[in-house]
């Protein structure tokens, strides 16, 4: 978790929000089917 450039951190929090997003989208959506 160390970081020098604040331009090299920010790519891998959008990253995790991104797969966090992914990941609840497709739990709600196998939720709807199942």
């Known amino acids: ?3 020098m450039q604040k ?3 920010t790519p891998n ?3 995790n929000s991104l ?3 992914i990941y609840f989208h ?3 959506a196998f ?3 199942f």
Do not use: G
């Open 26 to 28: 497709v739990n709600s």
């Open 19 to 21: 797969k966090m997003l």
């Open 13 to 15: 929090i959008v990253k």
């Open 1 to 3: 978790m160390s970081c």
């Open 7 to 9: 331009s090299s951190c």
């Open 31 to 33: 939720s709807l089917v």
